[in-house]
């Protein structure tokens, strides 16, 4: 496989995996609570979610900024997410993607989307360019259909909407920002970067200046150099366990075969704090990596907690690995199929004509 094809595989597979996690995201009562849901099983393709979802967070999330609070603020319905607010209210019970259809993307992917989009357009990943698209994609009604936005996106547009200037917009509460869904984004950047050609410094350089637009964090930028570490190798052929275990050992010193095979049959449900959540990317990533990446994405859905915005990164990673064959988007029905094809196929064309023309 080429580095294209195997980009092409990690696109799919980012977009796959959120549509599949979706409705069941932050499950914290795991496998039992989809099951107890979803008619006695577990998701085996794209779903809705359902409704009421009485433990939904959401419902005592502050709609003025990042976190937990009153939702008498209206950054959220008056600056982003703008007919979404009555589901935010006290005691409403809606799920976070409650506006999304089955096999549709949540708004992290749309902002990959968005991303990708800036790439094809300006040839390369500008963050000047990204950020004036972030601002302009979650500003305007109908970009998107998601319900749910995560803390640093609430707390960017509170300061937006104060009229800072969007470069120190991003921010910070110590608590919700140094999160999983802070390395979507970053990967994504560094993938294009290894597609026009380029090595690990400079997709660093890229993922690192895409963090950085959306979030503040003194924290992520550790986790952002080990994925992109991990998808560098992988991209070049080394088996995804493999990657997984190096990374275990390197950040934590610790046998990823080993915690893995002590844990049985049971997978970790976790927060998205990055603390718990990165060493559970990690064990997915080991345990499902000779699964077909359709099936290691549901089992990672299906295991409950932040599993959307883990299936974001860990799809990266197994289409990497493993190419576009056997992810069913088309037949199982990802709602965007054909915009995302086509979205997928040019930008990844700009970066290898890029790739051809620099050698
Ligand atoms: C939102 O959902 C509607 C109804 O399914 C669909 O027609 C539209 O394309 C979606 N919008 C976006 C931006 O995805």
């Not at 009153?70 to 008056?78: H, I, P, R």
């Not at 976070?96 to 992917?109: M, Q, S």
């Not at 803390?151 to 917009?169: D, L, S, V, Y």
């Not at 690192?208 to 052929?237: I, K």
């Amino acid at each position: 496989m080429t580095v294209s094809e195997r980009a092409a595989g990690a696109l799919w597979g980012l977009f796959a995996g959120d549509a599949l996690a979706m409705p069941v995201h932050w499950y914290y009562g795991g496998p039992d609570q989809i099951r107890d849901d979803f008619g006695g099983k577990l998701l085996s393709g794209f779903q809705r979610s359902v409704h009421p979802y009485p433990d939904s967070i959401m419902q005592l999330s502050n709609t003025g900024g990042g976190g937990r609070g009153s939702d008498e603020g209206d950054v959220v319905g008056g600056i982003i997410l703008h007919d979404k607010k009555e589901y935010w209210r006290r005691g409403g019970q809606f799920h976070y993607h409650h506006t999304l259809d089955a096999g549709e993307n949540t708004l992290e992917a749309s902002l990959v989307q968005v991303l990708l989009r800036s790439f094809k357009d300006t040839g390369r990943f500008s963050a000047d360019d990204f950020r004036q698209r972030y601002i302009d994609f979650m500003t305007t009604p109908g970009s998107h259909n998601d319900t749910y936005a995560s803390t640093c996106h609430r707390m960017f547009f509170q300061k937006w909407r104060a009229g800072i200037n969007p470069k120190e917009c991003p921010d910070n509460d110590g608590h919700n920002v140094d999160t999983i869904d802070g390395l979507v984004l970053p990967s994504v950047a560094a993938l294009l970067a290894f597609v026009q050609g380029h090595g690990v410094s400079a997709a660093t350089a890229s993922a690192l200046e895409a963090l950085a637009v959306t979030r503040s964090s003194q924290v992520l930028p550790e986790f952002v150099r080990a994925v992109v570490h991990m998808l560098d190798q992988v991209l070049h052929g080394l088996p995804l366990d493999k990657a997984a275990a190096k990374t275990a050992m390197e950040a934590y010193g610790s046998d990823l075969a080993e915690s893995v095979r002590k844990r049985g049959k049971t997978d970790p449900v976790v927060a998205c704090y990055i603390g718990g959540s990165f060493p559970a990317l990690l064990h997915f990533a080991y345990k499902y990596a000779d699964f077909d990446a359709w099936d290691a994405l549901l089992a990672s859905a299906n295991a409950g907690g932040e599993n959307v915005h883990r299936n974001e990164v860990l799809g990266v990673l197994l289409g990497a690995a493993q190419g576009r064959k056997g992810l069913k988007t088309k037949e199982e029905g990802l709602k965007h199929f054909q915009e995302l094809d086509e979205l997928i196929d040019t930008t990844l064309g700009q970066a290898s004509l890029r790739r051809s023309s620099d050698l």
